[in-house]
Structure formats: C-alpha cells, structure tokens
C-alpha cells in the first residue's frame, strides 16, 4: 500500500531552470501580453471557421468516418467502404457525430480538431514545465498553425490523428507526474478511436506498467468487441480493411504516402528490397528507443523522446503514412526546446522540417502527387536526428564535494534539481 501511495504521489512539477531576469534567454519563458494572445485567439478561430466554409463535414477524412457513423446508425456496414480505415470500436465515436445536427456539425468538427491540437501543445508545454502563458507558448503554436504545413493539413482535412496529437503528450504528461494507470486509460480511448498510437504501448511495457498496458490494450478490445455485436459484418475489418491496408490503399491514397515502403518503390527500388530497408530502420529506431530509455536519465524528455522515436519508426514501416502523422511528434520535441540537450536544440532538427514550410517550392516536387517525396525527406530527418540523440550515451555527471570528502550519490531517477523562479 505504501508503495502504491508512493507511485501516486509523484514529484511536484517545478519549472526549467530559468535564466536570471534581463537576459535574452529569459524572454520566452515571460507572459505574453494580451496583443499575442488575441491574435493567437484570431488564427485558431479563423483556421475552424475556413473548414467550416468549405467543408460541411469537418473535412474529407473526416466524411469518411462520418460516413461510417451514418451507415452504421441505417442498419448498414461500416466496412463496406474501404476507407474506412479504423477499429470497430471508432464506428461508436463517428456515430456520435452522425447524430448532430448538420448545422452544429459544420462548426464542431474543426473547432474540436483545432482544440486538440491546441490541447496537446498545452499538455507538452506542462510536460517539460514550461508557462501555458509564456511568449513561447503563444509564439510557439502561432508558428505550428501558420508556418507548418502537416498541421495546417490536419486542420483542413478534419483527419482523426487529432485525437493522437493531444492523446500522446496528455498521456506523457500524467505518467510524469506517476499517474500511469491515468496514461495508460487515455492511450487506449485513443487507440479505440484511431490505433495511431499502438506503438507507444511498447513504452508501457518498457516501463513495467501492465496495470496501464492492461488498460490502453483493454479498452479498444472491450470497446471493439462490444460494437462488433452490434455491427453488421464486423469481419469486414479483417476482410477488406486490412488486405486494402497492406497492398497500400488505392491510387488516391498512394500518392500521399511518405512509408519507405510506398516511396522507395516509386524511386526504382524493388518492392521486397523497399520492404527490407524499411524494416531495418523501423528495428534500428526501435533499438534506439530502447537504449534511450534505458539511460534513465532524470527529467520529462526521457518519455518524450522515447515515445517520439517509437512514433517515427512505426511511420517508415507502416502504410499508409501521411506527413500530417508528424503533428503527433514534432510539437511534443518542440516544446522541450527550452531545456538543454533537448533534441530540438539540434540544428539538424529545424533542417528536417524546413520542407513543410509553406511556400517554399521545390522543383519537380510541387505537384500535389509528388509531394510524398518531401515528406519522406522529412520523416527519416527527424527519425535519425531522434535516433542518434536517443543511441548516444549518457553525459557523465559531476558531483561537487568538500575537500576531503566522498562525493555524495546523484539524484535519484526521475527526479529534477529545484530551480529558481524569476
């Protein structure tokens, strides 16, 4: 019992260390004013709204599942669209849109998917103790809404990978703070909606959390199962869903995916070679993954970088991938910035996402069918980058004693130094 109350009890939260007060490094962290705070206010607004003009359904991926919803309400099954690329347990939650009015759909769809993204940034911005109110954190998402494509096409397409981009640091964020059974009951609600998360379930098992496992795998299979009862052909799923997953979607979809799998192939690479290279990097990443989390290092960014080079190892083997899938990861190591050593601290990191940025043309890949090769640039610069970061060994730590005397034992894991508040 006391040592349950003792994983309960985690650590209070302290903020990073902060710079003393009037140097250039302390700015970020200050609160920002009213002016950026209305005007990030002004852009989410503005992003949910244009979504709303063009799009009565919340955007196209989001027709789909809505479709779905709307079949299943009718008597229908789900899978008989093949698009619909989810577990039994999504028709639940698409079912729950089909049942607004169209008006109130119209306005809901965006709005929730922008607050998502919003509330993951949040959550990472609490993951490494940085003020939600701080210029960084206003700056910070102004800058992933307007000068970062995969978010921008998130928004637009009202894709569910929303749920994902605010479940992974949400959950992060309360295994920080010893509440793993609470991450481990948001990873599954996530994965019963969109199984984009399924790869951080690997953490939970590097972590020895079961009773967590045993909730982020339990409930989609509770949730699925108990649809399945209700749905007509639940073995659609298995039918067509996944062969139509594993020969790579149809020619509308494989265009847009960055899987080394799926480029490779367009480049001249045979598909079985295609297929090994992309196994190789995905078990390269995993092994990283490991060695990351095996330093036990003190401090958030052991869980985000670890979870973070999971993510990107399951996006080079897995097809479909979709460059808006980086949404999920690049926002979680964005927030860490501020800390050093921090991943995003690299130059090489801002490098790889520096073909997302709108409005910088790249010939020959402008075409909308063409710009998986981008994507791909994208997503195996930021697997390497987290990759090496994660492999490299831990700095040494020094421990300053008298003269004399026998240093003293270095913090405990999971632990973080007090800091000075300005």
């Known amino acids: ?105 119209r306005l809901a769809a965006p709005a929730v998917c922008v607050g998502l993204i919003a509330g993951g ?90 009773g967590a496992l045993a909730w982020a795998a339990g409930l989609p299979l509770a949730l699925s199962a108990g649809t399945a009862l209700v749905m007509p052909d639940p073995g659609g799923f298995f039918t067509r869903t996944l062969p139509f997953l594993l020969k790579g979607g149809d020619r509308l979809m494989r265009p847009f995916d960055c899987s080394l799998p799926a480029v490779l192939p367009r480049l001249g690479v045979p598909p079985l070679a295609a297929e090994a290279v992309a196994l190789a990097a995905a078990a390269a990443g995993l092994v990283c993954a490991w060695r990351r989390w095996r330093r036990a290092d003190p401090g958030p960014a052991r869980l985000a970088e670890t979870a973070a080079l999971l993510m990107l190892s399951s996006f080079l083997v897995s097809r479909p991938s979709y460059e808006h899938y980086l949404a999920v990861v690049v926002p979680l190591l964005a927030a860490g910035v501020l800390r050093p050593g921090a991943v995003a601290r690299s130059p090489w990191f801002w490098a790889a996402l520096v073909p997302q940025v709108p409005g910088i043309a790249v010939p020959y890949l402008d075409a909308s069918t063409r710009r998986a090769f981008k994507d791909t640039v994208t997503l195996c610069g930021l697997a390497l980058v987290v990759a090496v970061r994660c492999a490299r060994p831990a700095p040494a730590r020094r421990t300053a004693s008298a003269p004399g005397r026998a240093p003293g034992p270095g913090p405990a894991p999971g632990s973080e130094p007090p800091a000075a508040v300005p």
Do not use: I
């Open 121 to 210: 940034w949040w959550c990472a911005l609490r993951l490494f103790r940085v003020p939600a109110r701080s210029r960084f954190a206003v700056l910070g998402l102004l800058g992933l809404v307007l000068c970062w494509a995969p978010v921008g096409h998130l928004v637009e397409l009202g894709n569910w990978t929303a749920v994902g981009a605010f479940a992974l640091p949400c959950a992060l964020l309360l295994a920080d703070r010893g509440r793993w059974t609470a991450a481990g009951v948001v990873l599954g609600l996530s994965v019963a909606v969109k199984p984009l998360l399924l790869p951080v379930l690997l953490l939970l098992v590097a972590a020895r959390r079961w």
């Open 1 to 105: 019992m006391q040592l349950r109350a003792a994983q309960r009890t985690a650590a209070p939260a302290v903020p990073p260390p902060v710079p003393p007060p009037g140097s250039p490094q302390a700015w970020p962290l200050r609160p920002a004013g009213p002016v950026p705070l209305l005007v990030l206010a002004v852009v989410l607004l503005a992003r949910a709204a244009h979504v709303a003009v063009v799009s009565a359904q919340g955007g196209m991926d989001n027709a789909f599942v809505l479709h779905a919803g709307q079949t299943w309400l009718h008597g229908g099954a789900p899978y008989a669209d093949r698009r619909f690329l989810y577990l039994p347990s999504a028709v639940l939650f698409a079912a729950g849109q089909a049942l607004l009015p169209a008006a109130l759909l």
